[in-house]
């Protein structure tokens, strides 16, 4: 990527994508767009196509629409769906109108089929049937993914996918009910500590496996595949390494200093039991996740003791 170049990042959730913004700034790129769409535009496409034609941009990180963790996956599976439809179709036929010269799309490891075999490489997407869980959001970002690959095969754009593992850090959602399970954990261990509480409550049963990448990681890996990689495949973003849920709420438990019991509620869902990626392909090509889980984790703890709780309003009324 030259750093004359537009670059536009859609994404719903920010997480990803105020990183994103964030690191193409300090390399010296003067025209990024990211927040207009954020709240409801991206829905809309003769918004999504004013930005296309205003900004023309050059590249395009498609991040995704929204997103959460086991809970709203439950809850709003519908809104999930369709808004990540809406936003793939969007951004993706935006794209191609518009001569964006490389776009990346990113997708979700919950794409792979609930018993993937593990670690769970590219060969096993739709050798099986989904996480019920979230198999709505999944099929749309499934979907996504093949819209790139028939885009790549018809029109030959240079449209590439990347399957991250579950992403985590500074600024994520932190509420109690949507979140994903290291913004929950760490919210009711530090809320726990300070209102000196025995026992904090961890959904399921604790056994399933899942692999964590760094935000700051994942948005370095996003730079670092649209410079070094165009394939029709996509490319699985993992570390290489994954924790049982039992193990993870141990770590945050000393990372946040929660000294009080851990109780399993089992008559919360579990989800897929085991979700590690093979990342051969992209260790191949010589990247590395640089933050150790404890180290993402010591980062996501101190970002959230100090601005995160101002942030999340519901949060702040309980301390
Ligand atoms: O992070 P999480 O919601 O995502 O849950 P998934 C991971 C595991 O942590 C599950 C357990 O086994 C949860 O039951 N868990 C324990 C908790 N305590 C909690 C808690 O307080 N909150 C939450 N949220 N989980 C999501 C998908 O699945 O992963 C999405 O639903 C998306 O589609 C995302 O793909 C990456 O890994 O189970």
């Given at each position: 990527?030259?750093?004359?170049?537009?670059?536009?990042?859609?994404?719903?959730?920010?997480?990803?994508?105020?990183?994103?913004?964030?690191?193409?700034?300090?390399?010296?790129?003067?025209?990024?767009?990211?927040?207009?769409?954020?709240?409801?535009?991206?829905?809309?496409?003769?918004?999504?196509?004013?930005?296309?034609?205003?900004?023309?941009?050059?590249?395009?990180?498609?991040?995704?629409?929204?997103?959460?963790?086991?809970?709203?996956?439950?809850?709003?599976?519908?809104?999930?769906?369709?808004?990540?439809?809406?936003?793939?179709?969007?951004?993706?036929?935006?794209?191609?109108?518009?001569?964006?010269?490389?776009?990346?799309?990113?997708?979700?490891?919950?794409?792979?089929?609930?018993?993937?075999?593990?670690?769970?490489?590219?060969?096993?997407?739709?050798?099986?049937?989904?996480?019920?869980?979230?198999?709505?959001?999944?099929?749309?970002?499934?979907?996504?993914?093949?819209?790139?690959?028939?885009?790549?095969?018809?029109?030959?754009?240079?449209?590439?996918?990347?399957?991250?593992?579950?992403?985590?850090?500074?600024g994520d959602d932190f509420s109690l009910e949507?979140?994903?399970?290291?913004?929950?954990?760490?919210?009711?261990?530090?809320?726990?500590?300070?209102?000196?509480?025995?026992?904090?409550?961890?959904?399921?049963?604790?056994?399933?496996?899942?692999?964590?990448?760094?935000?700051?990681?994942?948005?370095?890996?996003?730079?670092?595949?649209?410079?070094?990689?165009?394939?029709?495949?996509?490319?699985?973003?993992?570390?290489?390494?994954?924790?049982?849920?039992?193990?993870?709420?141990?770590?945050?438990?000393?990372?946040?200093?929660?000294?009080?019991?851990?109780?399993?509620?089992?008559s919360k869902p579990d989800g897929m039991p085991?979700?590690?990626?093979?990342?051969?392909?992209?260790?191949?090509?010589?990247?590395?996740?640089?933050?150790?889980?404890?180290?993402?984790l010591l980062k996501t703890y101190q970002w959230?003791?100090?601005?995160?709780?101002?942030?999340?309003?519901?949060?702040?009324?309980?301390?």
């Open positions: 990527m030259d750093l004359q170049a537009s670059v536009y990042i859609a994404d719903r959730h920010g997480l990803i994508g105020s990183l994103l913004r964030d690191k193409l700034i300090q390399l010296g790129c003067e025209k990024v767009i990211s927040d207009p769409l954020r709240e409801s535009a991206l829905g809309d496409f003769k918004r999504v196509d004013g930005v296309f034609s205003r900004a023309r941009p050059d590249f395009v990180f498609l991040i995704g629409g929204a997103s959460g963790g086991i809970g709203v996956n439950q809850k709003r599976p519908a809104d999930l769906m369709l808004d990540n439809l809406l936003v793939n179709c969007h951004v993706i036929e935006n794209a191609r109108r518009h001569k964006t010269r490389k776009l990346l799309y990113l997708a979700s490891s919950c794409i792979y089929p609930k018993f993937a075999e593990q670690p769970m490489a590219v060969k096993s997407l739709m050798s099986g049937g989904l996480e019920p869980t979230n198999e709505p959001y999944a099929v749309a970002k499934l979907a996504g993914l093949y819209l790139c690959r028939a885009y790549r095969q018809q029109f030959q754009t240079k449209f590439i996918a990347a399957i991250p593992a579950n992403v985590f850090g500074p949507d979140s994903h399970v290291i913004a929950a954990l760490i919210r009711k261990m530090h809320e726990a500590k300070i209102s000196r509480q025995r026992e904090v409550v961890i959904w399921g049963s604790g056994l399933p496996r899942r692999e964590f990448v760094f935000a700051e990681d994942m948005a370095e890996a996003c730079l670092f595949l649209m410079d070094h990689y165009d394939g029709a495949e996509p490319v699985n973003v993992g570390v290489g390494a994954d924790w049982s849920i039992r193990q993870l709420a141990e770590m945050i438990a000393e990372v946040v200093g929660f000294a009080g019991n851990l109780v399993f509620d089992s085991a979700k590690l990626l093979d990342s051969s392909v992209l260790q191949k090509m010589g990247w590395r996740a640089k933050n150790s889980l404890r180290d993402g959230f003791a100090h601005e995160g709780m101002k942030r999340n309003r519901d949060a702040s009324a309980i301390l």
